[in-house]
């Protein structure tokens, strides 16, 4: 079956794991060995090492690079000169010839000039605030900012700040609930499926 996306021709894309509807713009290089989703759109500048995962529906921004051992999944948004690490001590014509797992999960937004260290997960559907530095885990649905990034309040799906009132439950703008449940850190959202 024939696929049907779109490359500029000004883009090199050396891997042909890429699913319908994606669109490959100018001054893009996509190694071998890359698996693109569906209806994904890869702006301006943006190179992708052998062995990144990207799932649907992702954006990517213009100027970022994605190295291997990173993997997105779907519906996923990295904003302008985000950047990402695999390796934790660096050093030039050393290389450990393995690389630390990067995961950002379904959902989530990584703002503009956000720094994201290797080997960590950010939740889902959660949210990174301009210029941040991630140097550890994010949970699902937190709103993080800072150098280092650090909590500062729950959000929705649809990006708003959730409220939740005395029964631990909120409610979106699109209806979507949620469920806050307290432990001894800063405890979990999770969204209540109907």
């Not at 490359?7 to 319908?20: C, F, K, M, R, T």
């Not at 060995?33 to 954006?59: A, W």
């Not at 949210?127 to 649905?141: C, E, K, N, Y």
């Not at 959730?162 to 806050?180: C, H, P, Q, R």
């Amino acid at each position: 079956m024939e696929k049907d996306y779109f490359v500029h021709p000004n883009a090199l894309v050396e891997s042909d794991d890429i699913g319908n509807k994606t669109r490959i713009w100018a001054f893009v290089h996509v190694l071998k060995n890359v698996t693109i989703g569906e209806d994904c759109n890869l702006c301006d500048y943006v190179f992708v090492e052998s062995g990144v995962k990207i799932g649907s529906r992702v954006t990517i921004k213009n100027g970022i690079s994605l190295w291997e051992g990173l993997e997105i999944e779907d519906d996923v948004f990295l904003g302008p000169n985000a950047a990402f690490t695999n390796d934790m001590f660096p050093r030039s014509k050393r290389h450990s010839g393995s690389y630390l797992k990067t995961l950002l999960k379904k959902g989530a937004s990584v703002g503009a000039n956000a720094t994201v260290l290797c080997g960590i997960t950010l939740g889902k559907y959660c949210l990174i605030g301009a210029g941040s530095v991630v140097t550890r885990s994010v949970p699902d649905f937190a709103l993080v900012t800072g150098n280092p990034a650090k909590f500062r309040y729950w959000i929705a799906k649809t990006g708003e700040r959730l409220n939740f009132n005395s029964e631990n439950t909120a409610t979106d703008s699109d209806g979507n609930k949620y469920i806050f449940i307290p432990d001894d850190k800063s405890g979990t959202v999770k969204e209540q499926l109907n």
